[in-house]
């Protein structure tokens, strides 16, 4: 425990990646396997359920270190991170225990789970004693399932390449799954992770994916889009459709579906499974899961879906933007997060919100590794497979053409309307690459602006990790009246805690400070002073929330210092973009 | 009878006639320690302990009216009996005891009850109303002992010299960082010093405290082999401005009681936190509470709200003094649990 705690603080304490990458590469090069499994597991955003409830903890603590519940509640307030907040008051070890990570988590932790409290009581308190500060902390944080260090599953990747002088892609389609709940991370698992490569590695894959290469934000004015990119027929462009992005594998007679995340979701998507049967074992097809609004089958067939697909090639902008959602079928993703949500899929779930895949590119066919082969011939080679599927769950994601960028940026208009999040450039001669490479071609993503208002600020919460001691989480409102409206309010309707400078969140805060009119745990609510422009993903109608709408991904555009709060937008603003 | 009470200009003994730390312009002033918000220009006539005499010149000014008791010793004005006594804090910090009328106060000033040897030990002193600072009043602020700060930071420093790499270490100019030179281990390699710091070096090495052979670092030209295995003491306000350029590639790191939490740590950007404070712990307010066998205590400057409360639940009669004393040490910290 004490090896991977330091680890811990090695990589808490640089922003720097290579600094990052020899933590890990040390740490990895002298760790037990049994320890270095679940280290991978941890670090690669593997999160066991949690063991102990949070509030039960909470009071083991404070017995723990004798303080009367307000005082505890204090100390959490300034720290602002409970598992660091209990390892700084509970009293510290005499001598630590020298148990690795594995035999801590297998012996010590795991076992905790589902016990009765009157068990934790007896059993936690004595563990903590076993561990100094550091490693106190990050045991409770493995505890307590809020294990987070800024590592990414690809800087993981890049340290075990590293160590073993394998190729980061091998590595990359190893730790596929890995972070599965179902797996339980051993030696073994980690020995095979590291293992140097053997010559049937191919035939062991079972249903693992293959990394998904991921896109990289454009930013640039459409004006130098030639410049930079060429011209557009350098290009294949999509729709950047706003889904669950996912992969088909088909292997053994099987179909897995797994999501960006890495997770198996086959089990969510039942009726996926009647792709299985049509397509060929050794098919891997990467694509985007969308809501689709009519039941396929009573609607469309896959002719004219196809159809559909190709029209919206070649349309023009008129023609395009009028009730091409309607015609196109794709639903909000908001449906598609109400199904996500639920725990057991009903008939009716499945019916009224079925899914469907739109694909973006072909990964494997005939049980060969397609990534080397170009951009375009994958996408033709895509189309074929698709075709001979013939069914309606599975359609290619429509080419859009252009002769210029100018009038590519013109169709993007459309994209709200469509309901999607801008487009996608994927240069035709790219390779597939892993994650975010750039080294073998690349994939931009285009989106669009995203929605804006100028909203106020009326709660302020205490950030977490670094920004533990500002007031830097806040809930925004808007009104809900127009000006001069008598007794009108401030609605609440997001949250937001990112957008704004370090320096920004320090003033905020202090003025936050300074106009609070009351304090709930640690949220104040102050005096409405500050607005901000607000911008979001996507707004919808929402039942959950007192303004009756949700926006998706809010953040702080800027601070207008300039707006007295009777300026700020009202609710009316917000429902007509809602259109 | 009220011995002290808090005044727009700062705390007053209305018997004495004087003001202790004010903040404002006064006629007589009592002086606990040479901090810049306890003591400050202006005064008519300042009075502090003897210790404390070198540090205070050198900061208000050569020829300020100043005059000094050695701890222990006593004075009496208008009938009240003052005397100083050691808080620990700093070189010349003490804690002033008031008597009058057979009731004893006595204001703590800063403190800290670890002794460190660059000024006289903490000594508690037994009265009826005890005033005290509450800068780190959580109990999440519990202070490792010293000895096992300074092995750390001898350990950063020494595995930064192997890298070829200069170690370079924020601290407080007065007090910290001459508590920082006399604890670590001067034989790892050269220190060199900022200019804010090496004029209170000579102060404390008058004084009689063993302050190990520094260099000016604005003598080293960039580039200089010798920096690569030195260790700079700077203050904060030194991070990030164009005098950090001539290290080249350096480790920092701060020392500082606020470091105790991972995300002041992670705010300052450093490469390490030394926890490492002039003030007393959590434990460390309790014991030196405790100690005084005072039935009434009157809370200044940090956690005030919450000592209160919990002092009031031990039984003591506590109340909160409102005063202007910051944290000297890392104003530009944003600061926990203050919010009285
Ligand atoms: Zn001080
Ligand atoms: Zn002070």
């Avoid at chain 1, 199904?339 to 019916?351: M, P, V, W």
């Avoid at chain 2, 190990?212 to 690569?228: C, I, Q, S, V, W």
């Avoid at chain 2, 309790?286 to 000592?307: D, F, Y």
Wanted: negative net charge; hydrophobic residues 40%; aromatic residues 10%.
């Amino acid at each position: 425990m004490k090896a991977f705690a330091e680890l811990y603080a090695r990589l808490d304490a640089t922003t720097s990646s290579n600094a990052k990458l020899a933590a890990l590469v040390d740490y990895f090069s002298a760790a037990e396997p049994a320890d270095a499994a679940w280290a991978v597991y941890f670090l690669s955003g593997g999160r066991p359920r949690q063991l102990v409830p949070t509030r039960l903890m909470r009071e083991l603590a404070m017995d723990a270190a004798n303080l009367p519940e307000w005082l505890f509640e204090e100390s959490y307030q300034a720290v602002g991170d409970l598992a660091e907040t209990v390892s700084l008051l509970v009293p510290t070890a005499e001598h630590s225990s020298n148990d690795g990570l594995a035999q801590w988590m297998e012996e010590k932790l795991l076992p905790l789970r589902g016990e009765p409290p009157e068990v934790l009581a007896d059993r936690l308190p004595p563990l903590w004693r076993q561990l100094d500060r550091q490693s106190l902390m990050v045991c409770l944080k493995l505890i307590t399932g809020a294990f987070r260090v800024g590592v990414s599953k690809l800087l993981v990747t890049r340290a075990l390449a590293t160590m073993t002088g394998l190729d980061a892609k091998r590595i990359a389609q190893r730790l596929v799954g890995y972070t599965d709940l179902s797996n339980r991370p051993d030696a073994s698992a980690y020995e095979r992770l590291v293992a140097q490569e053997s010559a049937d590695e191919h035939a062991q894959r079972g249903g693992q994916p293959y990394p998904f290469f991921l896109a990289h934000p454009l930013q640039l004015p459409v004006e130098q889009f030639e410049q930079t990119l060429g011209p557009p027929s350098a290009w294949q462009v999509e729709w950047k459709w706003d889904g669950i992005r996912a992969q088909l594998v088909k292997r053994d007679g099987r179909l897995w579906v797994w999501s960006r995340g890495e997770e198996l979701i086959s089990e969510r998507f039942p009726e996926l499974d009647e792709l299985a049967p049509r397509l060929l074992d050794g098919t891997v097809i990467d694509g985007e899961l969308v809501v689709w609004k009519h039941a396929p089958d009573a609607t469309a067939s896959q002719a004219d879906l196809m159809q559909d697909a190709a029209e919206l090639d070649s349309q023009t902008l008129n023609e395009q933007v009028e009730g091409e959602l309607e015609r196109f079928g794709i639903q909000p993703f908001a449906l598609l997060q109400q199904r996500i949500g639920r725990k057991t899929l009903s008939k009716k779930i499945l019916q009224d919100v079925p899914v469907a895949v739109l694909g973006y590119d072909l990964l494997e066919w005939e049980g060969r590794d397609w990534r080397s082969h170009p951009q375009h011939e994958r996408r033709a080679q895509l189309e074929a497979v698709i075709t001979a599927c013939a069914s309606p769950r599975l359609m290619p994601s429509p080419k859009l053409t252009a002769n210029t960028w100018a009038e590519l940026a013109e169709q993007r208009e459309a994209s709200r309307s469509l309901g999607v999040e801008g487009m996608m450039l994927k240069a035709r001669d790219a390779l597939y690459g892993v994650g975010r490479t750039k080294d073998m071609g690349v994939w931009w993503k285009w989106k669009i602006d995203p929605f804006s208002v100028d909203a106020v600020l009326i709660y302020a919460q205490r950030g977490h990790g670094r920004r533990a001691s500002l007031y830097s989480d806040y809930t925004f409102a808007v009104w809900d009246g127009p000006p001069g409206a008598k007794e009108r309010t401030l609605v609440p309707f997001a949250k937001a805690y990112s957008g704004l400078t370090d320096e920004e969140m320090r003033k905020v805060d202090a003025i936050v400070r300074k106009t609070t009119v009351e304090k709930f745990g640690p949220v104040r609510s102050v005096t409405p002073t500050l607005v901000f422009e607000l911008g979001f993903e996507g707004i919808a109608l929402s039942k959950r929330h007192k303004s009756g709408i949700a926006v998706r991904f809010p953040r702080m555009l800027r601070w207008r210092q300039d707006k007295p709060v009777e300026e700020a937008d009202t609710l009316a603003n917000l429902q007509d973009l809602l259109q | 009878m009220d011995l002290v009470i808090a005044r727009p200009e700062g705390l007053y003994c209305p018997p004495g006639d004087f003001y202790i730390d004010p903040w404002r312009p006064v006629d007589r002033a009592v002086i606990t320690h040479a901090h810049g918000d306890h003591a400050r220009w202006g005064m008519k006539h300042y009075l502090a302990a003897a210790p404390g005499e070198g540090i205070l010149r050198s900061r208000i000014g050569a020829d300020m009216p100043l005059q000094t008791l050695p701890y222990g010793e006593r004075i009496v004005h208008h009938g009240v009996t003052l005397s100083f006594h050691p808080a620990g804090h700093v070189l010349g910090s003490a804690q002033v005891r008031l008597e009058y009328e057979g009731e004893v106060w006595v204001a703590s000033g800063d403190y800290k009850v670890e002794p460190d040897g660059t000024c006289a030990p903490f000594e508690p002193v037994r009265c009826h109303t005890f005033i005290t600072e509450s800068t780190f009043g959580l109990p999440i602020y519990t202070w490792q002992p010293q000895a096992e700060i300074f092995a750390g930071i001898n350990e950063w420093w020494r595995a930064n010299q192997a890298q070829g790499r200069a170690s370079v270490l924020f601290s407080y100019a007065f007090g910290k960082a001459q508590r920082i030179l006399h604890g670590i281990d001067d034989g790892i390699g050269p220190i060199l010093v900022h200019g804010a710091v090496e004029p209170l070096n000579r102060v404390y090495r008058e004084a009689g405290i063993r302050i190990p052979e520094t260099h000016y670092a604005g003598d080293f030209k960039k580039n200089d082999p010798m920096l690569r295995e030195a260790l700079i003491v700077a203050p904060p306000s030194a991070g990030g401005s164009t005098w950090m350029r001539r290290f080249g590639d350096y480790s920092d790191a701060f020392a500082s009681g606020w470091m105790m939490l991972r995300g002041t740590r992670r705010r300052r950007g450093v490469d390490r936190g030394f926890v490492l404070s002039d003030h007393a712990d959590w434990p460390g307010l309790l014991w030196a509470i405790e100690q005084t066998g005072a039935e009434r205590v009157m809370v200044t400057h940090g956690s005030v709200a919450i000592l209160v409360r919990y002092l009031r639940e031990q039984g003591l009669d506590a109340q909160g003094f409102t005063t202007e004393y910051g944290d000297e040490e890392e104003a530009d910290l944003v600061k926990e649990g203050a919010s009285v």
